[in-house]
């Protein structure tokens, strides 16, 4: 199983989780920028954030065979404190960079005006840099989010193909495969989604413009669900295609529209073809101490 993880926030994960991950066959991810659980009080952390997005953390993956991109965005929770407004100003000089193949997340959290403004403000600059879009609906009120969020992307002029609309479920699903957007879903332990309803929205909905992530964070998540949809797919009689165009023809399609994804294998991983075992980046490796 050759595995693309659309959604996953790796800088929350440890090297384990990597290692993990190579082993059931992922063999690229996207990591979107979002919250980081405290809030951030300066632009500052922000640049250094995305520094790290498009450079350790893609180290850090490679040491594992894994190709790392990024989307970059100011979150929609960070979104309504004034003092990260000037990240939108900083913004458009990361999303020219390499490896940052999306504008995301951006969307909603509670729906304020705040976020109204840098919601609008991110499609423009997704149009501008022709990158396509990474969307998070609320975790309350999803049905009227979700709503709301379609009605700014068609105010935008962005074609719906460049967009996809993550963190869906059963109520949700639906108006978006209508109004002709990606269709993403979270696949977690307890909350947002699970491997077998995941399989009955298959069912239902088929298995065009669907990405199934992980969307792995510092919260109780496992970013080897996008694996376990895999074997879920199969359990229920799907075949080998479908699996495959899910988890890996559909991200590659999606992301493949900013012209910036690199899926060969990266290079060295190690001693004897021993992930994580060689190499430095800023001087550092994954290594901690003598062996």
Not at 173 to 195: L, N, R
Not at 198 to 203: D, P
Request: hydrophobic share 40%; charged share 25%.
């Amino acid at each position: 199983m050759k595995i693309f993880d659309p959604h996953v926030h790796m800088t929350s994960r440890t090297t384990d989780d990597y290692e993990s991950m190579a082993a059931v066959g992922v063999a690229a991810l996207v990591e979107p920028a979002f919250w980081l659980g405290q809030p951030r009080t300066s632009v500052g952390s922000f640049v250094d954030y995305f520094d790290s997005l498009i450079g350790w953390e893609r180290f850090r993956a490679a040491q594992f065979g894994i190709r790392h991109h990024c989307a970059l965005a100011l979150n929609p929770k960070e979104a309504n404190d004034p003092r990260c407004a000037e990240v939108l100003d900083v913004l458009p000089r990361y999303l020219a960079k390499d490896g940052v193949v999306a504008v995301g997340e951006v969307g909603y959290d509670s729906m304020t005006p705040e976020e109204d403004d840098a919601f609008a403000r991110q499609l423009e600059l997704a149009v501008e840099h022709r990158l396509p879009v990474l969307v998070h609906t609320p975790h309350r009120d999803k049905a009227a989010g979700t709503r709301r969020t379609l009605d700014v992307v068609r105010e935008s002029g962005l074609p719906p193909e460049r967009v996809v609309v993550d963190h869906l479920n059963e109520m949700t699903v639906g108006m978006v495969a209508d109004a002709g957007c990606w269709m993403g879903f979270s696949i977690y332990p307890d909350t947002k989604m699970d491997e077998e309803r995941m399989v009955a929205i298959l069912r239902e909905h088929g298995t065009d413009r669907v990405l199934v992530n992980s969307a792995a964070d510092w919260g109780r998540s496992d970013p080897l669900k996008t694996h376990l949809t895999g074997l879920a797919m199969l359990a229920a009689g799907f075949g080998q295609p479908d699996v495959d165009r899910v988890l890996w023809h559909n991200p590659v399609a999606f992301y493949g529209q900013s012209g910036r994804l690199v899926l060969d294998e990266p290079g060295e991983t190690g001693v004897s073809g021993a992930p994580g075992a060689s190499g430095t980046f800023a001087g550092n490796s994954i290594l901690r101490g003598g062996s």
